[in-house]
């Protein structure tokens, strides 16, 4: 299994918080790793990175709300989201960064709506 495989998607309200999950091959373990989000009749939208040793780059729109974060020994990565808007409403996919190879999971879905 090369392909991410993203999990923790879901309805929640505005206001609420989610924890996106993205599984890896051990193969990525020295690789940079990001989370995009994309809404419909849109491109792919750079969210977060983070690199092997943790370092960690987090886009100004959602910086202050979402976290990135991994655990090598899990070959596991995280995106932590609080205080969830409508506008944060997607489909979050997460990849090595650079994604060369085009190695993009299923994604997961997020709908923040009351």
């Known amino acids: 299994q090369v392909q991410p495989v993203e999990s923790g998607g879901g309805l929640v309200q505005p206001g609420g918080s989610l924890r996106l999950s993205c599984t890896v091959s051990?193969?990525?373990?020295?690789?940079?790793m990001a989370w995009y989000l994309q809404t419909p009749a849109a491109q792919r939208e750079l969210v977060a990175a983070?690199?092997?040793?943790?370092?960690?780059n987090v886009k100004d729109p959602v910086k202050g709300r979402f976290t990135i974060s991994r655990d090598n020994a899990e070959n596991t990565m995280y995106l932590e989201m609080k205080d969830l808007k409508p506008d944060h409403t997607a489909d979050y996919y997460c990849?090595?960064?650079?994604?060369?190879?085009?190695?993009w999971g299923q994604g997961t879905q997020v709908t923040v709506s009351s």
């Open positions: 990849c090595p960064f650079p994604n060369t190879r085009n190695y």
């Open positions: 983070v690199n092997p040793s943790g370092t960690r």
């Open positions: 051990q193969i990525f373990s020295n690789c940079a």
